[in-house]
């Protein structure tokens, strides 16, 4: 996505300069401000925003895991300051979101049928083989005891080999919002005969991906079609077509999932977010049929059940005299900061910090943006998929050399990353089960539901805190990476 200044845009200050710092900053804060106002004028005077970030992305999830009210206000008060600080910039100049006008030109629809017959039991591949029905239950039961996903990942997936029939979503439409995304579940969706509303920019060689995508599929794939356009090829500019994307996914067939998978560079995260976000305000108002579908990164702070912090101490306190000897000078020479236990013994909840410096402010809050409105949403009612995801090696982990490097070394310390054809199918999977099952169970506290069948890769259940291994691991992979 090209950062041109046009559409949802940030806020600019009285020099017309457009600080991505000034609001990330003024979000955390508040967010904070309704259950820990020490930490949101903390933030708001922080004058180190993208080295110190870290510490009040973690503040934000402890000052919620208290009481579930205390989560829900957090989230609430963090979409009411980006919605109210994130600005409109149009001919006559700035809006606010709410005044975001719907133009006169809207989208007609290109419909693109599969040509395939439906496959019609999960198929999950994996390191070149291709598992099926026990297979798949064994792996996932490997990836359990390993550490690397949650025992309740099992649970889902089982749900789904058992009833093979909703793979094809029958009666709904998922709206795939950032239908090339490597991470998005397009072509799983597609080869099991389900509706696919198709969302990105138009870009020939992106809607050439997706239609090669679709025929090769069973089920069928709508995308919206610029009245005015003259390009001639599918697609919409979130950053511009929020008002006419609503109105064209609000007349879609069956239920609608909306399903959040865009990625884009440093601060355009943030915008696009934000613009996915005001296209699910708006849909579920308009509509009482919604649901809505989120990947999480892994990459992130969470709070993780009890077993999981008993397993990861137990790994810390029982590693080898090698690691104990090694370990010793290293937090030493780090000031503590390296290869330090992961959990408090004890903690319940225990705080998962897997927060990466190398990926920035902004891509923690277009993230954090996401799982308030999956908090907010699931209060209210609304079906909502909000999975974990695992580490996995997509084109914008690799071309950072040191997120790569990190991934290549990650096996050493407990940690899987997965293929992106793995992570398709498996995250697909657990979609349906959700759209299926009310979005799964629900819990008490929201840090729960998003606990709840969460394929880390291993990241919350790792001998060491995952950041204070993370240069280590780099090191170890630099040479893989490279290869």
Do not use: C
């Amino acid at each position: 996505m090209a950062d041109e200044q046009h559409g949802l845009v940030f806020p600019s200050d009285d020099e017309g300069r457009r600080s991505t710092t000034a609001v990330g900053r003024g979000v955390v804060a508040d967010a904070l401000r309704p259950v820990d106002p020490v930490g949101a004028g903390a933030a708001e005077r922080e004058t180190a925003w993208r080295g110190e970030y870290l510490l009040y992305f973690r503040r934000l999830v402890e000052a919620g895991l208290d009481q579930p009210e205390d989560a829900l206000s957090i989230a609430r008060a963090g979409l009411a300051s980006v919605h109210g600080r994130m600005r409109v910039l149009g001919d006559d100049g700035e809006g606010t979101l709410a005044q975001w006008p719907g133009g006169t030109d809207g989208f007609t629809q290109v419909e693109v049928p599969g040509t395939a017959e439906p496959v019609e039991e999960l198929v999950l591949p994996y390191r070149g083989d291709r598992l099926r029905g026990d297979e798949i239950r064994r792996q996932v039961d490997r990836w359990v005891e390993a550490g690397v996903v949650e025992p309740s990942v099992a649970q889902a997936v089982g749900e789904v080999l058992a009833n093979p029939a909703w793979l094809r979503l029958e009666g709904h439409t998922v709206a795939v919002i950032g239908a090339a995304s490597e991470m998005g579940p397009l072509q799983a969706l597609t080869r099991w005969g389900a509706r696919v509303a198709a969302v990105d920019l138009p870009r020939s060689g992106l809607w050439d991906r997706v239609g090669e995508a679709a025929r090769a599929g069973a089920g069928t794939v709508v995308a919206p079609m610029a009245l005015a356009g003259e390009s001639g090829v599918p697609g919409a500019d979130l950053l511009a077509d929020v008002p006419a994307l609503e109105q064209w996914l609000a007349e879609q067939p069956g239920t609608l999932v909306l399903g959040n998978y865009v990625y884009a560079d440093g601060a355009t995260n943030v915008r696009v977010s934000a613009a996915v976000d005001e296209l699910s305000r708006r849909l579920l108002a308009s509509r009482d049929d919604v649901a809505l579908a989120f990947l999480a990164t892994p990459t992130d702070v969470f709070g993780v059940p009890s077993d999981a912090v008993v397993q990861a101490t137990e790994r810390y306190e029982t590693r080898s005299r090698t690691s104990r000897t090694i370990g010793r000078p290293l937090r030493a020479a780090s000031g503590g900061r390296l290869l330090r236990r992961p959990y408090a013994p004890g903690s319940e909840p225990g705080v998962n910090d897997s927060l990466v410096p190398q990926q920035g402010p902004n891509y923690a809050l277009a993230k954090r943006l996401q799982r308030w409105r999956a908090t907010v949403a699931r209060h209210e009612g609304a079906t909502v998929s909000m999975n974990v995801a695992p580490p996995t090696r997509t084109r914008s982990v690799v071309k950072n050399r040191a997120l790569a490097a990190a991934y290549a070394g990650a096996h050493r310390f407990g940690v899987e990353v997965f293929d992106p054809a793995t992570s398709n199918v498996l995250m697909a999977a657990l979609l349906v089960h959700d759209l299926h099952t009310d979005g799964g169970p629900r819990h008490e506290h929201p840090w729960q539901d998003e606990a709840y069948a969460a394929a880390h890769g291993g990241l919350w259940r790792a001998a060491y805190a995952p950041r204070s291994a993370l240069g280590l691991a780099a090191l170890l992979g630099v040479g893989a990476a490279r290869g």
